[in-house]
């Protein structure tokens, strides 16, 4: 696991309360499990969350690699943010110049407990999080 905790997002777009405390380096346990199960109980979330495990991509990309309109892929994109599945990172096409924001998962795993009529969601990453750029690279002609 990493030594990195997962950190929520900061800045005036930020959701207004935590998503989660961090308990340890690698684990962290959910202020809002309800809010996180009933999010992953909609199917376009969870297709969200798929499309983004192998490879950070767009919001356009998401809509179009799960069939859903752009708007509802935003949606839910930007659901999974606040609740602390997802980040952002800013993506460079350094040909063009254009930038874009694209979306990454920041949780390997979902755990779910029930004790004593309570429900506690512990998350679970080995992923590095934080700021990240990514630039694409040219690649030259063949002359």
Do not use: C, W
């Amino acid at each position: 696991m990493s030594s990195e905790p997962l950190r929520p997002r900061v800045g005036p777009d930020a959701p207004a309360a935590t998503p989660s405390a961090t308990d340890r380096n690698d684990e962290r346990h959910h202020d809002d499990p309800t809010a996180l199960l009933e999010a992953l109980g909609d199917e376009y979330t969870r297709a969200a969350v798929e499309a983004v495990l192998d490879q950070p991509r767009s919001g356009r990309e998401v809509a179009a690699a799960t069939d859903m309109s752009r708007p509802t892929a935003f949606r839910r994109l930007n659901a999974l943010v606040d609740l602390g599945m997802l980040e952002t990172e800013h993506r460079i096409d350094a040909a063009e110049g254009h930038h874009h924001k694209v979306y990454r998962p920041v949780v390997d795993s979902v755990a779910v407990t029930f004790d004593d009529g309570e429900i506690t969601v512990v998350l679970e990453s080995a992923r590095p999080s934080g700021p990240h750029v990514e630039q694409s690279t040219p690649v030259p002609a063949n002359d």
